[in-house]
């Protein structure tokens, strides 16, 4: 009942938030985001505990004052999903911009596979939407969502900008290995896997796990393998991209770990440069009162 109630609400959002006044749903949402960090819920208490550790040193009140940037970056990136569908697409390329977009559009130029790999950050619909006009076959992983007809929904919004999402199970790297060979570019969130099959990195310091996903398939494909980090602007997103090079000695297992720890030094200089758009409210690092999932 709760799940179709969760559901029933996304459903409502996409319609109302596309069709009120654009000022009024962004300023709205603010005040939410405003409220949500006065109330401090569970969700709140995670990002400031999260981000708290990206900034050594940063004083109470600064850490305050950015949580609340942090809870205005999230909702606005649930605000530009609902009314994403309604943007033109001069839309969604004029209001991207980049350290070095080369990276990635020469791949797609010369039609070679390309693995990206980034944190939950900025909007990375957006970078989607955009790099699929650009031409790009883009595909990504979704980890599957209940009630059905919400993950259903989420799959179908992204393949109307033309984004392919594949369920998150035991046969996707098989899959993504495919649409590697084929030319397409494999964007992949990859800064949180706190199961056993995760790889140990240090991050800002301390232990965490990350996704060995997206290493093992620059490994078993040769394919260019990049980092991004995604950060809102006043009128879009600013994308930076950096090349990572692929290791050539030591054991598959040895050169997976090595890729995903330079992905987690990357994503950390990400976060510290632009630590209000890293969304991450769920756990990081696995000190401290940690339990390993059975």
Request: overall charge neutral.
């Amino acid at each position: 009942m709760i799940e179709n109630i969760t559901a029933w609400g996304y459903f409502a959002a996409w319609r109302l938030l596309r069709w009120l006044p654009e000022d009024f749903v962004y300023g709205s949402a603010n005040k939410v985001a405003d409220y949500l960090v006065r109330k401090d819920g569970s969700s709140v208490k995670r990002l400031r505990s999260n981000l708290a550790r990206t900034q050594p040193g940063i004083t109470s009140l600064d850490l305050d004052l950015l949580i609340y940037r942090a809870m205005r970056s999230a909702l606005r990136y649930w605000c530009d999903t609902f009314r994403l569908p309604d943007w033109s697409q001069e839309r969604i390329l004029s209001t991207v911009t980049f350290n070095d977009e080369s990276l990635l559009i020469n791949a797609i130029a010369a039609g070679n596979g390309v693995i990206v790999t980034l944190p939950h950050c900025g909007n990375y619909d957006h970078a989607a939407a955009y790099f699929c006009a650009k031409g790009a076959k883009l595909v990504t992983v979704a980890e599957h969502l209940k009630p059905e007809k919400l993950f259903k929904k989420f799959m179908q919004y992204r393949a109307d900008f033309g984004m392919e999402a594949l369920p998150l199970d035991g046969r996707v790297i098989p899959t993504l290995m495919q649409r590697v060979r084929s030319g397409c570019v494999i964007a992949l969130a990859a800064d949180r896997d706190l199961s056993r099959s995760g790889i140990d990195v240090t991050f800002f310091g301390g232990p965490a796990r990350m996704p060995a996903g997206p290493a093992l398939l620059a490994l078993r494909t040769g394919a260019p393998f990049l980092s991004a980090y995604i950060s809102y602007t006043d009128s879009g997103i600013h994308i930076d991209l950096t090349q990572i090079e692929i290791p050539t000695t030591g054991s598959e297992s040895e050169k997976v770990e090595l890729l995903v720890q330079q992905s987690a030094d990357h994503f950390a200089r990400g976060i510290s440069q632009y630590p209000a758009d890293w969304h991450m409210m769920q756990r990081i690092w696995i000190d401290g009162d940690f339990k390993e999932r059975e």
